[in-house]
């Protein structure tokens, strides 16, 4: 039974490409499959594959949050992109 008070984190699959080099892995709860995620996520959470979340979301009653510090992180990168 999957507590609903703790999070689920979206991930993408170790075979995608990120701009952080420094993901952890995990695997998707629903499917096995290998997925990367930043090392700050809240613990515990939920690891679910971004594949199975498309088909478990409902937009009409699931919310969806970014942490401060993966918008920090992204917007820093975006930044030396341009350097
Ligand atoms: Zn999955």
């Given amino acids: 039974m999957i507590d609903d008070e703790i ?3 979206v991930c993408i699959s170790t075979d995608e490409w990120s ?3 420094d993901n952890e892995v995990g695997t998707c709860e629903e ?3 290998a997925v990367q995620h930043r ?3 809240p613990r ?4 679910i594959c971004l594949a199975c979340w498309k088909d478990l979301f409902d937009p ?3 919310d969806i949050m970014v942490t401060v510090e993966t918008i920090r992180e992204i917007l820093d990168w975006r ?3 341009r350097h």
Wanted: aromatic residues 10%.
């Fill in 7 to 9: 999070p689920f984190i």
């Fill in 19 to 21: 701009m952080f080099t």
């Fill in 31 to 33: 499917c096995g499959g």
């Fill in 39 to 41: 090392p700050h996520i």
């Fill in 44 to 47: 515990p959470s939920h690891l």
């Fill in 60 to 62: 009409e009653t699931d």
């Fill in 79 to 81: 930044r030396k992109q």
